[in-house]
């Protein structure tokens, strides 16, 4: 309960306060002139092999208003998801294969990017995941700044 808490206290005081998020791992300049680090985090999501389309349907509303906490409290960067097909391209043949990875029953079925000032608050991000009530998980990594400006 206080991981929830301490995420929405999080979300209301950057989005009460007009936090603007931005990629990478750029400040959060808050109205106030206060200057929050933030960092960017992939959320990979998995869900059980036995995840059906109505149980997907079913809980549409409530990643609909996930998202919507995320946007107004000023972390969401994107997110998309993988619905169609998948290939494996493996080994030193680099053979080409049509499937899905599956790990210990799981198949990842999306990512979500979004902004926090550490891995303790992205993991209480996670925490929201809906999919997490039907056997799912969601793996949070860091995603570290570019070595390299790819513009030059």
Same mark, same amino acid.
């Given at each position: 309960?206080?991981?929830?808490? /301490? ?7 950057? /989005? ?25 985090? /992939? ?20 990643? @609909? ?6 946007? &107004? ?5 994107? /997110?998309? &998801? ?21 790990? @210990? ?12 000032? @550490? ?32 513009? @030059?």
């Amino acid at each position: 309960m206080k991981h929830k808490l /301490s995420f929405t206290l999080l979300c209301l005081s950057l /989005s009460g306060t007009g936090a603007m998020a931005q990629n990478g791992h750029n400040p959060v300049v808050l109205k106030n002139q206060q200057t929050i680090a933030m960092k960017t985090f /992939s959320l990979l999501v998995r869900v059980p092999v036995s995840y059906t389309t109505a149980q997907a349907k079913a809980v549409g509303p409530e990643w @609909d208003q996930v998202l919507a906490q995320w946007k &107004a409290a000023g972390i969401y960067v994107t /997110s998309f &998801a993988f619905p169609g097909t998948s290939y494996v391209v493996a080994g030193p043949e680099k053979e080409v294969r049509r499937e899905t990875v599956i790990c @210990d029953s799981l198949k990842v079925v999306s990512n979500i990017v979004l902004q926090a000032t @550490d891995m303790e608050q992205a993991l209480l991000q996670a925490g929201a995941c809906p999919v997490l009530a039907y056997g799912g998980t969601v793996e949070v990594r860091e995603i570290p700044q570019p070595r390299f400006n790819t513009t @030059d």
